[in-house]
């Protein structure tokens, strides 16, 4: 039986069964899962990660595979990350971003790899992170991430890609929509997808608006796409590569990487120490006697929780 | 979540005929199931399904055909899948779809571990995954 040392040493020598195999124990977070990462970090860190965010039926997908054709055409090696939604019912997921991407499977330089989000929110599955880190490793030019159908708030990948982009689509809500905070304020290069539907032209003067009008010296670039024909997608790489460019030879592209890895960090280590504290006061029954009081109202939520964490020595070092 | 093991199985629609409401009926019961199911669409040739398996590194693959090319597709599929080292002892296959009881036995011969025909119960699909998925052999790392 191979162990996961040899399995890493066959993903440098570009074997794609072992990437697969590796990208499995990651998703599931082994302790197998964890070694291999940390044998691939180090070897990580030349492809240029995008993710591209947008709400459910913009077109992500259908971009994805567009972005993905012309990137090809450019003779750049690919990895592809989509994520669909677990059902909170029955845990299941029905992932069919390959349904859009079926000519790209005859492709031996794309890797497409689906994830379902297995009850994390943000946008991204829980091992999102460590899943690219090992198409990164494996070598691929490009690493594509592809989120979950996100609203307004789902941020998460911007702290992983290098480059996020946020599509939108004409007759999905006025300007107010998009001045909210959030979504809108983690893209690198906003794209009008489906231009060629009506109004298309208003929403990107209205985001223009929106952009001339938010501080900073870099104006976000605004493009046009109808990714079902192919439109646009030429210039969107241009724009891909220029803010590349870019963020590998400025500071504020260091600002960048080292506020990614400390949201990395600190989301790993928060999990952790939640999941000690489940496991420590599910066995000791702490946990449901503060639920109890909490829900006959004898002690409210703050107080719970102080008492959950007081005495406990989770903060130490192990 | 650590160690938090998922049934993963790829549902695909090998050769010409468009009919995939079987398939899409399959898919979404073992997603009930709680299994995580990718889904190709139709129209796949053998290589883009072991492809698909390949990258998706799935444990259950289930094919669904209705034009009667059953006999000359599936070998396919299964040759296509050991040309990628992916061998039908590791990986559940089955199939359903209108397939004459004659070619069962010889299909079985080349790695199919069962074929569902139609009327089927996907309650007897989701045992027969489950079942499979409790007594199967440990994977090599």
């Excluded at chain 1, 990164?136 to 941020?155: N, P, Y």
């Excluded at chain 1, 107010?176 to 690198?188: F, L, P, T, Y």
Aim: proline share 4%.
């Amino acid at each position: 039986m191979p162990t996961v040392e040899d399995l890493v040493e066959r993903l440098f020598a570009g074997n794609r069964r072992a990437l697969s195999r590796l990208l499995t124990l990651i998703e599931n977070d082994t302790p197998e899962g964890r070694r291999a990462l940390r044998l691939l970090y180090p070897r990580s860190g030349g492809a240029h990660t995008i993710g591209l965010t947008g709400s459910a039926g913009s077109g992500k997908s259908t971009l994805s595979g567009a972005i993905a054709r012309e990137m090809r055409r450019r003779s750049r090696t690919l990895g592809i990350v989509a994520i669909d939604p677990t059902s909170p019912f029955s845990q299941g997921a029905l992932l069919g971003d390959r349904i859009r991407m079926q000519d790209l499977t005859s492709d031996a330089e794309v890797f497409l790899r689906s994830m379902a989000t297995r009850g994390n929110l943000g946008g991204l599955a829980p091992a999102t992170a460590g899943v690219v880190t090992a198409m990164d490793a494996f070598g691929k030019d490009v690493v594509l991430v592809e989120t979950v159908g996100a609203g307004q708030d789902e941020v998460e990948v911007a702290a992983m890609a290098d480059t996020t982009v946020v599509v939108l689509t004409p007759g999905s809500g006025d300007d107010v929509q998009a001045m909210k905070a959030g979504i809108m304020e983690i893209a690198d290069i906003l794209v009008v997808n489906k231009c060629d539907l009506p109004n298309a032209d208003l929403l990107a003067r209205q985001l223009a608006s929106i952009v001339d009008a938010a501080p900073g010296e870099r104006k976000t670039p605004i493009l046009k796409t109808a990714a079902t024909q192919s439109d646009g997608i030429e210039a969107l790489l241009d724009a891909l590569d220029a803010h590349r460019t870019q963020i590998a030879e400025s500071k504020a592209g260091d600002a960048h990487r080292r506020a990614q890895a400390r949201h990395q960090v600190l989301a790993l280590a928060r999990q952790r120490l939640i999941d000690r504290l489940v496991a420590r006061h599910t066995s000791d029954g702490r946990l449901d006697a503060l639920v109890a009081q909490v829900a006959r109202r004898e002690l409210d939520p703050h107080s719970a929780a102080d008492v959950l964490i007081a005495d406990d020595d989770l903060p130490r070092m192990s | 979540m650590a160690g938090d093991e998922k049934i993963r199985v790829l549902i695909a629609k090998p050769g010409l005929d468009g009919h995939d409401r079987g398939a899409k009926v399959v898919a979404r019961a073992l997603r009930d199931a709680g299994m995580e199911v990718i889904y190709t669409g139709i129209r796949q040739t053998p290589e883009m399904i072991a492809e698909a398996a390949l990258q998706e590194d799935v444990d259950v693959i289930g094919l669904s055909i209705l034009s009667g090319a059953h006999m000359e597709l599936f070998p396919r599929v299964v040759k296509a899948l050991r040309d990628r080292d992916i061998n039908a002892d590791e990986v559940l296959l089955f199939a359903g779809g209108i397939i004459p009881d004659a070619d069962i036995e010889p299909l079985k011969k080349t790695g199919f571990q069962a074929i569902f025909g139609p009327g089927t119960s996907t309650q007897d699909v989701i045992k027969f995954v489950r079942e499979w998925a409790a007594t199967r052999p440990a994977r090599a790392t």
